[in-house]
T-cell receptor, first 111, second 112 residues
Framework: DGGITQSPKYLFRKEGQNVTLSCEQN?????MYWYRQDPGQGLRLIYY???????QKGDIAEGYSVSREKKESFPLTVTSAQKNPTAFYLC??????????FGPGTRLTVL | GENVEQHPSTLSVQEGDSAVIKCTYS??????FPWYKQELGKRPQLIID?????GEKKDQRIAVTLNKTAKHFSLHITETQPEDSAVYFC???????????FGTGTSLTVIP
């Protein structure tokens, strides 16, 4: 279970506020991912990065932004443009044509 | 892009019985198919995976089968136990990229 961490575990946001979710990995993986999980909808890809300083939009990128300045870190910002941000957010990392390893998740709630 | 469908969305079995979860995919270029187990409030964890050059893989009570022609793969859990209760996700990965496509999940309940 170790190797990829997310913080905070719980996060509360007021409407109109930007918040940033942290994701760090020490697995030396090139690729990192952000998913959103809602009940009954599985995992939906927000953004992914295959290498430092490069990232691509996933299926639901609107209202989110990312950066990949270091190999170990892939923070996700949930902006005020995301109208329904309450969800469970999962970060993952992977290398080559192998499995993804998931972080413990951040539960974001809008007040 | 790839489209992965997963059935059933919920499944209840008696302890000791078998459980089968099925997934279909659309892109014939997909070549890696992992299965994840997610317990309530926790991260998904890999339980078994299969690559497109293999038709079946077993690990104790868990097995996965792949039919490339029909573009479907299945998870089989035998002798189910209450601790098998969780949500299971299938996924597919196309050989040309790093993106995974997930099914919508199956909530498995094993009744003691």
């Amino acid at each position: 279970d170790g190797g990829i961490t997310q913080s905070p575990k719980y996060l509360f946001r007021k409407e109109g506020q930007n918040v940033t979710l942290s994701c760090e990995q020490n697995l030396n993986h090139d690729a990192m991912y952000w998913y959103r999980q809602d009940p009954g909808q599985g995992l939906r890809l927000i953004y992914y990065s295959q290498i430092v300083n490069d990232f691509q939009k996933g299926d639901i990128a609107e209202g989110y932004s990312v950066s990949r300045e270091k190999k170990e870190s892939f923070p996700l910002t949930v902006t005020s443009a995301q109208k329904n941000p309450t969800a469970f957010y999962l970060c993952a990392s992977g290398q080559g044509y192998n499995e993804q390893f998931f972080g413990p998740g951040t539960r974001l709630t809008v007040l | 892009g790839e489209n992965v469908e997963q059935h059933p969305s919920t499944l209840s079995v008696q302890e000791g019985d078998s459980a089968v979860i099925k997934c279909t995919y659309s892109d014939s270029a997909s070549n890696y198919f992992p299965w994840y187990k997610q317990e309530l409030g926790k991260r998904p964890q890999l339980i078994i995976d299969i690559r497109s050059n293999v038709g079946e893989k077993k690990d104790q009570r868990i097995a996965v089968t792949l039919n490339k022609t029909a573009k479907h793969f299945s998870l089989h859990i035998t002798e189910t136990q209450p601790e098998d209760s969780a949500v299971y996700f299938c996924a597919a990965r196309i050989n040309t990229g790093n993106q995974f496509y997930f099914g919508t999940g199956t909530s498995l309940t094993v009744i003691p």
